[in-house]
């Protein structure tokens, strides 16, 4: 189990065809755990936006789920989740992000960003020839952008409360943020894509046999 959760190895990465195996189990994983366990609860507390389809969604959000958000949510969010230093600096971007979006809580993001600034500069003092990041550097960025992307998706849900609205988004959106986010280190940004696109094309479908 500690090798699975430990999947940070530097330039070691799986083979291509133990990444696609690994992500059409996961897939499946959590398709019967969103459909399954979530979403009758979701049904039975009547919260809503959980089950949009092909007939309850425009041209516009289909294409945003299928193109526009694939190819901008993981080179915003996954840019910089190759592993190398090199790409670091587009981690900013989030705490940029929710700055904006979060205004209230600027100082939380502006605090956690310059976090990230002085663990990045200490490491290349500390190991000015390595090109990639620590295991602990890498992690903890691994841990914030999957929760900022899950967060980023709280206006999704539809409920009575801002604390279902929360929970239901972190129960519902984390679990692909998670695959999403090792796809991108394993194969790289254009698979992570291409992954987060089929995913979004089978929660339509799927929603849309199921609910409508």
């Not at 500690?2 to 189990?25: P, R």
């Not at 993001?109 to 990230?116: D, S, T, V, W, Y």
């Not at 190991?127 to 998706?153: E, G, K, N, W």
């Amino acid at each position: 189990m500690i090798k699975y959760l430990h999947f940070y190895q530097k330039g070691q990465k799986l083979y291509k065809h133990k990444i696609i195996w690994y992500s059409i189990y996961a897939t499946l994983i959590i398709f019967c755990y969103q459909y399954i366990l979530i979403d009758p609860i979701a049904i039975k507390l009547e919260i809503g936006g959980l089950d949009k389809g092909f007939s309850n969604s425009d041209s516009i959000d289909i294409l945003s789920a299928l193109l526009l958000a694939p190819v901008l949510e993981e080179l915003l969010s996954r840019g910089f989740l190759s592993g190398k230093r090199k790409h670091f600096i587009f981690l900013f971007i989030q705490p940029l992000l929710g700055m904006l979006i979060f205004g209230t809580y600027w100082w939380l993001f502006l605090g956690i960003g310059f976090g990230f600034l002085v663990w990045i500069i200490h490491e290349r003092n500390q190991r000015p020839d390595d090109v990639y990041l620590s295991s602990a550097l890498f992690y903890a960025s691994f841990i914030f952008t999957t929760l900022v992307f899950t967060i980023l998706h709280v206006g999704n849900v539809e409920s009575s409360s801002i604390a279902l609205d929360w929970t239901f988004t972190i129960l519902g959106i984390l679990p692909a943020a998670i695959l999403f986010g090792w796809v991108r280190y394993q194969a790289g940004l254009a698979f992570s894509m291409l992954t987060h696109g089929i995913f979004n094309l089978l929660t339509i479908s799927l929603n849309e046999i199921i609910y409508l």
